[in-house]
Nanobody
């Protein structure tokens, strides 16, 4: 399974920005569907954004217009640019990868990076 390492989390004031990165250890990165999830304290993990191998992106309604997912296949890295952050965006953010055409249940998770947004 591919190994994923996230970075870029931290503490930011409401209205601020952060960029998360997720580096994948695979030579076939372009074949993977990449996604960001988050889990807030006491809540279930939720899907934030996806970037398919075909170039399509999807976002949770709560982050549309504020977050942007992107990928650099040459660097085996996916990013999550987060703007206009709100306290409710506070969560541990996880990177996820699964091969296109396979079930996401068979994918890999990163260790998570904490994003804290103060009011």
């Amino acid at each position: 399974q591919v190994q994923l390492v996230e970075s870029g989390g931290g503490l930011v004031q409401a209205g601020g920005s952060l960029r998360l990165s997720c580096a994948a250890s695979t030579n076939t990165f372009s074949r993977y569907v990449m996604a960001w999830y988050r889990q807030a304290p006491g809540k279930q993990r939720e899907l934030v954004a996806t970037f398919t191998s075909g170039g399509s992106t999807n976002y949770a309604e709560s982050v549309k217009g504020r977050f942007t997912i992107s990928r650099d296949n040459a660097k085996n890295t996916v990013y999550l640019q987060m703007n206009s952050l709100k306290p409710e965006d506070t969560a541990v953010y996880y990177c996820h990868a699964h091969l296109a055409g396979a079930t996401s249940m068979a994918g890999s998770w990163g260790q998570g990076t904490l994003v804290s947004v103060s009011s």
